[in-house]
């Protein structure tokens, strides 16, 4: 409950695929003063990713997607590389996040560690990501991965040398949140080291 905020409007731009609304509400400034403000919120619903990692093989399996909105943000061919990733469903974020990594690495892991929770574009966007890690080996391989055809997903699995995965975010080549989120906190708790 937050007492500075009072006289929320709300006003729905558009529900075509996800929800953006405009809300219109008074905050009382650190002088006492009540001011009006406009603040655009676009709602996807929440989601989940996972680093799944292999401390024998010393290796990460990561995902490449087209993804539009970089592409029309400096993005040169669209393509981003990712840890797996999914919104939630009508099931908690666990049970999310063990789908996801199956549909798209084909990886059928059942224990995951939850790691923390973040927002990741708070002045815009609703969403906060669960974020976890697991460990995999081959013998959890249930398929070839790459997502749900009927969604047109067309991801591409990856499996990096974790060392060279985490070079990949000084020389540019990953450049998503989530993932770099995730690839440092690997690094410094020593998730891949076998001792
Ligand atoms: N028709 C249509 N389909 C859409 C649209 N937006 C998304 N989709 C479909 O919905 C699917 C959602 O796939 P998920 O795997 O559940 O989600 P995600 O896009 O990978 O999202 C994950 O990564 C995001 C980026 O980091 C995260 O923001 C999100 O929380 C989640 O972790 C997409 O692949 C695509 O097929 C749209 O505007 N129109
Ligand atoms: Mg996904």
Redesign the pocket.
């Known amino acids: 409950m937050n007492h500075k905020i009072r006289n929320i409007q709300k006003i729905l731009l558009s529900d075509?695929?996800?929800t953006l609304n405009k809300f219109s509400f008074e905050y009382q400034n650190q002088h006492g003063q009540w001011q009006l403000q406009h603040r655009e919120a676009y709602d996807?619903?929440?989601?989940?990713?996972i680093l799944l990692y292999n401390k024998a093989k010393g290796t990460v399996i990561l995902t490449r997607?087209f993804?539009m909105p970089t592409y029309i943000n400096g993005n040169p061919d669209g393509l981003l590389i990712?840890t797996?990733?999914?919104?939630?469903?009508q099931d908690n974020p666990e049970d999310?996040i063990k789908r996801?990594a199956e549909?798209?690495t084909g990886y059928k892991v059942d224990q995951v560690q939850k790691l923390f929770e973040a927002y990741?574009?708070p002045g815009s966007?609703t969403?906060i990501?669960h974020f976890f890690a697991a460990e995999y080996a081959q013998d959890m391989q249930v398929s070839a991965g790459g997502?749900?055809a009927h969604?047109?997903?067309n991801?591409e699995v990856l499996e990096l040398d974790f060392e060279r995965a985490y070079s990949m975010i000084q020389s540019g080549e990953i450049k998503?949140?989530?993932?770099i989120m995730l690839l440092q906190y690997a690094k410094i708790n020593n998730l891949l080291d076998s001792r």
């Open positions: 075509n695929w996800y996807r619903g929440n989601g989940a990713t997607q993804r990712e797996c990733a999914g919104l939630l469903e999310c996801e549909e798209e990741m574009s966007v969403e990501i997502g749900l969604e047109q997903e991801i998503d949140g989530k993932t």
